[in-house]
């Protein structure tokens, strides 16, 4: 898996989902952009992390609160940076997200927007629930606890 995300050029990453929210099943999206949106994404310019995944009542799945900045060199043709934007996934996905919202304390987060080895922007969306204030902590511990874990090993050889 390791080597398939090296081919991956990703264009922005939500680093701080991993942090709030206990990740599980996740999904890959394609974008429905305009051509400004990605031009500017190929940039790298995107932000994700205060963005959501709303599923609607009629199987539409969108992505709320995302910012693509306008690209620099688009003219009157440029983007609206903070406008939803659909999401295309297959029926049996869009039917697991919305049995996974249904259930109490899970949402949809958008973990990072990359280009595919075909030159395609997706997304990858995960369901998660979130955690609270001790689960973080007791993150944090373990976080710590291998990076020192690995310091001893590395001194003792």
Same mark, same amino acid.
């Given at each position: 898996?390791?080597?398939?995300?090296?081919?991956?050029?990703?264009?922005?990453?939500?680093?701080?989902?991993?942090?709030?929210?206990?990740?599980?099943?996740?999904?890959?999206?394609? /974008? +429905? %952009?305009?051509?400004?949106?990605?031009?500017?994404?190929?940039?790298?310019?995107?932000?994700?992390?205060?963005?959501?995944? #709303? &599923?609607?009542?009629?199987?539409? &799945?969108?992505?709320?609160? #995302?910012?693509?900045?306008?690209?620099?060199?688009?003219?009157? @043709?440029?983007?609206?940076?903070?406008?939803?934007?659909?999401?295309? %996934?297959?029926?049996?996905?869009?039917?697991?997200?919305? !049995?996974?919202?249904?259930?109490?304390? +899970?949402?949809?987060?958008? /973990? =990072?927007?990359? @280009?595919?080895?075909?030159?395609?922007?997706?997304?990858?969306?995960?369901?998660?629930?979130? =955690? !609270?204030?001790?689960? =973080?902590?007791?993150?944090? !511990?373990?976080?710590?606890?291998?990076?020192?874990?690995?310091?001893?090993?590395?001194?003792?050889?």
């Amino acid at each position: 898996m390791v080597e398939a995300e090296k081919r991956f050029k990703i264009a922005a990453d939500n680093r701080r989902a991993r942090y709030d929210y206990e990740i599980g099943d996740a999904y890959e999206a394609g /974008l +429905m %952009l305009t051509g400004t949106e990605v031009k500017s994404l190929r940039n790298g310019k995107a932000t994700i992390a205060e963005s959501y995944v #709303s &599923v609607e009542r009629d199987g539409q &799945v969108w992505l709320i609160n #995302s910012t693509i900045p306008e690209y620099t060199q688009g003219n009157r @043709f440029n983007h609206e940076p903070k406008r939803p934007r659909k999401l295309l %996934l297959h029926l049996k996905e869009i039917v697991k997200l919305t !049995k996974g919202i249904e259930r109490e304390g +899970m949402t949809v987060v958008p /973990l =990072k927007i990359y @280009f595919n080895e075909k030159g395609r922007a997706k997304i990858e969306i995960a369901i998660a629930r979130g =955690k !609270k204030a001790h689960d =973080k902590r007791e993150t944090e !511990k373990e976080r710590d606890w291998n990076r020192e874990k690995g310091r001893l090993l590395r001194d003792r050889c």
